[in-house]
């Protein structure tokens, strides 16, 4: 077994995500303490570029497998060229991105491999040799240290935690091609449809202004909306708000939504709920409106406004307005 640390690069229509750069970030220092290097697996179809971008990252080795059949993402496509390059390979840790393509790959993965799989990790080191991975357990409010037995150890990684590291324009890596495995195929992915247009995935922004049941209704959503496009950021929800049908699932933040890391989180007319609490109390800063002064959102808010949100947002939105045209 080797002493490497692969990163799984996921990319969509030729573009990386974000998580990738992240991920090689910390598998270059993983990869230092255990004296390897950090390699990257690229899947997909039509990857020009690519390799040398994730070579910028740290990656001194870039798999590629370029198939048609692995243009969009497929379970049993990318498990099964994955599984293969990973047996060859013998790296030490595989590290997979905590996005959507990853929550269904890294375990499928693991458990092809047949090792154990720390899942969501938003810190890892090495310890006595081996990977040790924290993870937030009970919906944020603790943290395991998790320690694997089987090899390779595998986690996947919470995007936006980890930062990324700055990019080496000079740095370059070897490019091996590998074999893509789609005999086996069974389902096959024919359409993708995006969030409606301009709209930013709440997955992987960078600000989100989130509303609750505190909004009141669909039009509630307005002032939420128009502060989150002064601030390009994404619009996120509670679930009451979504139940209610005021927006859409795909908005959702929390333990049944989606795990949000932004470097700001404004929630208007959300209590803090744990379940919503599990899905973004990780972001960098916080700032809570509420009218209630009680509300535990206040608890893990960095800044908070008690308030109505009608007459807050607008007038954040103005002084934001402001100190942006500055
Ligand atoms: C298994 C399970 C999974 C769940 N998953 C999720 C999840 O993924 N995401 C999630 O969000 N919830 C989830 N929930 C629901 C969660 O428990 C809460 O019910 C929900 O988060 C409450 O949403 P809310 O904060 O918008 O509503 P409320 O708790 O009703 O809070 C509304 C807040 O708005 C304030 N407010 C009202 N009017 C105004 C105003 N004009 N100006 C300012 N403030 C105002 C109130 O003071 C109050 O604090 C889950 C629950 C369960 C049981």
Same mark, same amino acid.
């Not at 959507?100 to 938003?122: E, F, I, N, Q």
């Given at each position: 077994?080797?002493?490497?640390?692969?990163?799984?690069?996921?990319?969509r229509?030729g +573009? &990386?995500?974000? $998580?990738?750069?992240?991920m090689?970030?910390v598998?270059?220092? !993983? *990869? #230092?303490? =255990? @004296?390897?290097?950090?390699q990257?697996?690229?899947l997909?179809?039509?990857?020009?570029?690519?390799?040398?971008?994730?070579?910028?990252?740290?990656?001194?080795?870039?798999?590629?497998?370029?198939?048609?059949?692995?243009?969009?993402?497929?379970?049993?496509?990318?498990?099964?060229t994955?599984?293969?390059?990973?047996?060859?390979?013998?790296?030490?840790? +595989? &590290?997979?991105g $905590?996005?959507?393509?990853?929550?269904?790959?890294?375990?499928? !993965? *693991? #458990?092809? =491999? @047949?090792?154990?799989?720390?899942?969501?990790c938003?810190?890892?080191?090495?310890?006595?040799?081996?990977?040790?991975?924290?993870?937030?357990?009970?919906?944020?409010?603790?943290l395991?240290?998790?320690?694997?037995?089987?090899?390779?150890?595998?986690?996947?990684?919470?995007?936006?935690?980890?930062?990324?590291p700055?990019?080496?324009?000079?740095?370059?890596?070897?490019?091996?091609?590998?074999?893509?495995?789609?005999?086996?195929?069974?389902?096959?992915?024919?359409?993708?449809?995006?969030?409606?247009?301009?709209e930013?995935?709440?997955?992987?922004?960078?600000?989100?202004?989130?509303?609750?049941?505190?909004v009141g209704?669909?039009?509630?959503?307005?002032?939420?909306?128009?502060?989150?496009?002064?601030?390009?950021?994404?619009?996120?929800?509670?679930?009451?708000?979504?139940?209610?049908?005021?927006?859409?699932?795909?908005?959702?933040?929390g333990?049944?939504?989606?795990?949000?890391?932004?470097?700001?989180?404004?929630?208007?007319?959300i209590?803090?709920?744990?379940?919503?609490?599990?899905?973004m109390?990780?972001?960098?800063?916080?700032v809570?409106?509420?009218?209630?002064?009680?509300?535990?959102?206040?608890?893990?808010?960095?800044?908070?406004?008690?308030?109505?949100?009608?007459?807050?947002?607008p007038?954040?939105?103005?002084?934001?307005?402001?100190?942006?045209?500055?």
């Amino acid at each position: 077994m080797a002493n490497n640390v692969l990163v799984i690069a996921e990319q969509r229509d030729g +573009v &990386l995500k974000k $998580a990738a750069f992240e991920m090689l970030g910390v598998a270059s220092e !993983l *990869a #230092a303490a =255990l @004296g390897g290097t950090a390699q990257a697996a690229l899947l997909g179809h039509g990857l020009t570029g690519l390799p040398e971008t994730l070579a910028q990252y740290g990656a001194t080795t870039v798999y590629v497998a370029d198939d048609e059949g692995l243009d969009r993402y497929s379970a049993e496509g990318y498990t099964d060229t994955l599984a293969d390059l990973v047996g060859k390979a013998e790296p030490a840790i +595989v &590290l997979v991105g $905590a996005t959507a393509m990853g929550k269904d790959l890294g375990p499928r !993965l *693991a #458990a092809r =491999l @047949g090792v154990g799989l720390a899942s969501d990790c938003t810190a890892l080191e090495i310890e006595d040799g081996r990977l040790l991975a924290t993870r937030p357990i009970f919906a944020g409010k603790a943290l395991a240290k998790v320690k694997l037995n089987a090899d390779p150890q595998m986690a996947t990684v919470r995007p936006n935690v980890l930062a990324a590291p700055e990019p080496d324009a000079g740095a370059t890596a070897t490019v091996e091609p590998v074999a893509a495995l789609t005999d086996n195929v069974r389902a096959t992915v024919v359409d993708i449809v995006g969030a409606g247009e301009g709209e930013i995935d709440v997955a992987e922004a960078e600000i989100i202004v989130s509303g609750g049941r505190g909004v009141g209704g669909p039009e509630g959503f307005a002032p939420v909306s128009s502060l989150a496009k002064t601030l390009g950021a994404a619009v996120g929800a509670s679930r009451a708000a979504v139940d209610a049908g005021w927006i859409e699932h795909s908005h959702q933040v929390g333990q049944t939504g989606k795990t949000v890391t932004p470097n700001l989180y404004v929630a208007c007319g959300i209590s803090g709920a744990i379940q919503h609490l599990a899905g973004m109390k990780t972001s960098k800063v916080i700032v809570a409106v509420n009218k209630d002064p009680e509300a535990p959102i206040f608890n893990v808010a960095n800044y908070g406004i008690v308030g109505d949100l009608f007459e807050v947002v607008p007038l954040l939105e103005k002084e934001l307005q402001a100190l942006l045209a500055e």
